[in-house]
């Protein structure tokens, strides 16, 4: 084995600079190189999300809200199909997961009626919690062609009309949370304009 | 030793998970499913096998005193590279791995391998030691992945074989811990056969 360089301070000094220069170099190489396909999967991404809650658009415009109980605005985006409007999907959240934060895209028919629901990100219980989500269950169903302002949107624990998911009370919870936000602020901005 | 026990040793004599018990923090964490912990064993094969040819490289440059955070700055280089890979053109693992991808820079079995092996020996066979132990330490996850996987949710690699009330535990944070204790006990009872 080759003997090892001795270790002065010159030496230490000089050896941290050189592996530190070339690690930032490589990185900021591979960062560039994905840049745009990260941008474009995320892009995808809510596309996707946007595309299930809401039944057809060719154009989409996006618009950030403030929430109607004062908390972290949201993002409206404005669907509309030949130049009449189509609905607007909204991405809200909630912080009553049984882990914390949920977020997910609810769209709203131009009457006022959800169209549907999907979940974006949530950390909840695989095999429980995790059944807010269309492809794992079909709890969400029963949101659809509901309208928020005539239906109690609380778990019947609560005293509302939604069923919960068995054993995931808290989750169920948080889901109608997130959608009564997103209808409160979807409500308000109405009333602003 | 020669290369090919070089390289098979961490299949079952040295397994990282199941004889040296490295690295269990994402073990534990993310097998929820045999395809989690197959990606997640890649990535992690992908980040030693690249971090022990470069230390391997680089071992009579680097003087003693500052070899760890040499090797540290090597290491987290390449996670950062894998984890912008993966974000870019495999969303979707990304999202299910999360938060384990940047922990892979603290995985004692990187740094572990860096510093036993890599520093000590030449390029063949460091580029050896990284593929075996990497390897083995997929094969450990999607193992783990799998049983879990398995006995939680009735399916392997997604496509469903049971039906009807599973052991839900097992896709918990406790199952983990039951599962990686049968599997390391029925590896032991081989290992002395």
Request: hydrophobic share 50%; with cysteine; glycine share 10%.
């Amino acid at each position: 084995m080759a003997s090892k360089r001795e270790s002065s301070f010159i030496n230490m000094v000089v050896t941290l600079f050189i592996v530190a220069a070339v690690a930032a170099l490589a990185l900021g190489g591979v960062y560039t190189v994905t840049k745009e396909p990260i941008a474009l999967a995320k892009k995808k991404k809510l596309e996707a999300a946007i595309k299930k809650v809401l039944p057809s658009f060719d154009n989409i415009e996006a618009v950030n809200v403030a929430s109607a109980d004062g908390g972290d605005s949201l993002q409206f985006y404005f669907a509309s199909k030949e130049g009449q409007a189509a609905g607007v999907a909204i991405k809200s959240y909630t912080m009553m997961g049984f882990s914390g934060l949920i977020e997910i895209m609810v769209g709203f028919n131009e009457d006022g009626t959800i169209s549907n629901t999907a979940v974006l990100t949530t950390k909840e219980t695989p095999g429980l919690g995790d059944k807010l989500d269309k492809k794992k269950s079909d709890w969400p169903d029963q949101f659809v062609g509901k309208h928020p302002g005539t239906y109690n949107l609380l778990v019947t624990k609560d005293g509302g009309e939604v069923d919960a998911i068995t054993a995931a009370t808290i989750s169920s919870r948080a889901f109608c949370d997130a959608v009564q936000r997103a209808y409160d602020t979807y409500e308000k901005q109405k009333g602003d304009k | 030793m020669n290369q090919v026990q070089n390289f098979t040793k961490g299949f079952i004599k040295e397994n990282p998970v199941f004889i040296l018990l490295l690295g269990l923090c994402p073990t534990l964490g993310v097998t929820t499913s045999a395809i989690n912990g197959l990606g997640m064993g890649l990535a992690t094969t992908f980040v030693l096998v690249m971090s022990n040819i470069v230390v391997s490289l680089v071992r009579d440059f680097i003087p003693d005193k500052v070899r760890i955070p040499s090797f540290i700055v090597v290491i987290a280089s390449f996670v950062t590279i894998v984890e912008l890979t993966m974000q870019a053109y495999t969303p979707g693992l990304f999202d299910a791995l999360g938060l384990f991808i940047p922990l892979i820079v603290v995985n004692c079995l990187v740094l572990g391998r860096a510093e036993a092996f890599a520093s000590k020996n030449n390029l063949w066979s460091s580029f050896v030691d990284g593929a075996g132990m990497g390897l083995g330490f997929a094969f450990a996850l999607a193992l783990l992945g799998a049983v879990r996987e398995l006995l939680g949710s009735g399916a392997i690699f997604g496509i469903s074989l049971l039906k009807g009330d599973l052991m839900l535990v097992f896709v918990l944070a406790p199952g983990a811990f039951i599962a990686l204790g049968y599997l390391v006990a029925i590896l032991n009872k081989f290992k002395k056969a």
